[in-house]
C-alpha cells in the first residue's frame, strides 16, 4: 500500500477476528491489515484496512497521519500479482468508539469503498487505548459517487 501524502509504504497482511469479536490488528506497526471476512479492495462494499497509529514499544504505526489525509489524496493498493488500484479520498471522519458505524464500514453492499481506519483521540491509560478512531473513505478514480 502507498499513501504519498503521508509518506506511507506498508505491506498489506490478511487479519480476521480477535477471540472478543473485534477486528483483528497487526502485531507490527508497519503492517497494514486487510479484514479478510469482508469485501477486497476493488469488490462491492467496503473493503477496511486497517493499522495503529502507534505502539508504546513500537513507535509509529503506518496510519500515524492518516487524520491528515485530505478528500482528493491518493491511495494505492498493490495486488500480489503487482498490479495496483488507485482511490482517490472523499471524506475522513473521527469516531467514538463507541459510536463507530459498524455496519456501514464493514458493507458487503454497495459500491466498491475502501475504509482505512486507525486509532485516535486522546489516549486513555486506564484501559490502554485511545477514546476515538480516525476513518478515512476512498473510492476507485473511475467511481464519482460520493460516500454517504
Known sequence: MRIPAIEVEAPIIQVGV??????????????VGWYE?????????SAVLA??????RQGPGAFFNLRSLEPGDVVHVVFSDGTTAAYRTVARAIYDKADLPTEAIFSRDGPPILTLITC?????RSVASYDSNV????????DSSPVS
Do not use: I, K, Q, S
Open 37 to 45: 471476512h469482508g469485501p477486497a479492495p476493488g469488490e462491492p462494499g
Open 18 to 31: 480477535e477471540p472478543d469479536g473485534e477486528m483483528e490488528v497487526p502485531r507490527n506497526v508497519t503492517d
Open 51 to 56: 493499522a495503529h497509529v502507534d505502539l508504546a
Open 135 to 142: 476513518v478515512v473513505y476512498a473510492v476507485p478514480f473511475d
Open 120 to 124: 485516535g483521540g486522546g489516549f486513555n
